[in-house]
């Protein structure tokens, strides 16, 4: 009998980590690598929010907290949902957990019972299956295609439903497509859901504030308010104000399910960081001009990288609305042989070929459900972007 608990074998380390990880590794080593895996900004927090933070632990704000979060902080939650989407939450239906993450986590084991199933569309962000799996879920995996610009149809939604599914997932913008969905995409897909009430909806808005070209966003709650009673909102300060390590997210909810998961977090975590809190509470009270600054850089890159991807033999490479990935095909890749002689048979050998030999680390796209593809973060110094899209050009031109 093993030592290690069964349920550990439904779930697999994160891909993306691990090839970040890998990246660096490699860079310890001395070789010249470019990494394009990691889903961080590489702007630094801003310095308001650092001089919060440095104010918190100056005046003693070094204690636990409420395990949902501050009181403040939870306010200051509850005024952003309303000040960027409309949403009326209540600071009691608001949680502060550590990291996204921990949301996902504390509402899919607050909720899910052995066999229940949750819709997952694909491409998707690695840890949405295997949070399900852990929770003794059944991950529905549901393809979105390029033509569609990688966004789940009405109909594909209506097909996966049955009367096992518990939750449908929702990320938009998306990790890894940049695919962003409009009050217009969302309008259908919320027609569909209001026929199956016993279906719960996990909206993913982490990138919401990342978008491009004067796109406008949308998220479930807004488009159909009769929803509210079953639909979890999710976001955080991750992406948006450049706060990947300070380990904050948070999400508004029907009060029942809020306590669930505040019950949960009480016996796993408990508070997040009462310092993190505190740089949160800046982040999302205070001003937001620099946002706008941070999405037209991104937008530049993104420009950048469609264009010098697009001119790479054997790929081709949408142009997303939002986040800071692209998610292209290297089809025309497939089947052919690098200069030290691998066969690039599927997307992973195509992606680890391309850090061996070019030293460019980026994510194959099986690793977010979709095979064929892979992705790009442009969250990186617009030099080493051109440098990285040519090692890609120069690496694909070389297969025969």
């Known amino acids: 009998m093993s030592f290690i608990a069964d349920r550990l074998n439904k779930i697999s380390p994160s891909q993306t980590i691990a090839i970040s990880a890998k990246a660096r590794a490699l860079?310890?080593?001395?070789?010249?690598?470019?990494?394009?895996?990691?889903?961080?900004?590489?702007?630094?927090?801003?310095?308001?929010?650092?001089?919060?933070?440095?104010?918190?632990?100056?005046?003693?704000?070094?204690k636990y907290t409420d395990v949902a979060g501050t009181p403040a902080l939870r306010a200051a939650v509850a005024e952003r949902f309303r000040l960027d989407s409309g949403l009326d939450y209540k600071p009691e239906e608001i949680i502060v957990s550590t990291g996204g993450k921990q949301v996902i986590y504390n509402a899919m084991v607050a909720t899910i019972n052995k066999g229940d199933e949750a819709i997952i569309p694909a491409p998707c962000w690695v840890s949405y299956p295997d949070i399900v799996a852990l929770a003794d879920g059944i991950p529905v995996i549901v393809p979105c295609h390029a033509k569609n610009g990688f966004k789940l149809t009405a109909e594909d939604l209506e097909a996966a439903i049955t009367p096992k599914t518990k939750w449908f997932f929702l990320n938009s913008p998306c990790n890894p497509t940049g695919a962003t969905y409009s009050a217009e995409d969302l309008r259908p897909l919320c027609d569909v859901l209001l026929k199956h009430p016993h279906v719960w909806i996990f909206t993913d808005d982490i990138y919401d504030k990342l978008v491009y070209d004067g796109f406008k966003p949308a998220t479930i709650v807004q488009v159909e308010p009769r929803l509210r009673d079953r639909t979890v909102t999710m976001n955080g300060v991750s992406k948006a104000y450049a706060m990947t390590g300070w380990r904050i997210g948070f999400s508004g909810a029907p009060l029942e399910l809020t306590r669930a998961m505040n019950k949960l977090q009480g016996q796993s975590t408990s508070n997040p960081c009462s310092i993190a809190q505190a740089a949160a509470l800046e982040a999302v009270s205070g001003p937001q001009d620099f946002i706008g600054t941070m999405c037209e850089t991104y937008r530049e890159r993104r420009d950048l990288v469609v264009s010098m991807l697009n001119q790479a033999s054997g790929i081709t490479c949408g142009r997303p609305e939002g986040a800071f990935y692209v998610f292209p095909s290297m089809s025309g890749c497939l089947g052919k042989r690098t200069q030290k002689g691998v066969i690039i048979d599927r997307d992973e050998a195509f992606v680890t070929a391309l850090l061996d030999e070019e030293g460019v680390a980026a994510v194959h796209g099986s690793a977010f459900m979709f095979a064929g593809h892979f992705r790009v973060s442009y969250a990186t110094d617009t030099e080493s972007l051109r440098e990285a899209c040519t090692r890609i050009q120069r690496f694909c031109a070389s297969l025969s």
């Open 27 to 62: 860079k310890a080593e001395g070789r010249d690598i470019i990494s394009l895996s990691a889903g961080e900004p590489d702007f630094d927090t801003p310095a308001s929010i650092k001089a919060a933070a440095i104010k918190a632990i100056e005046t003693g704000q070094t």
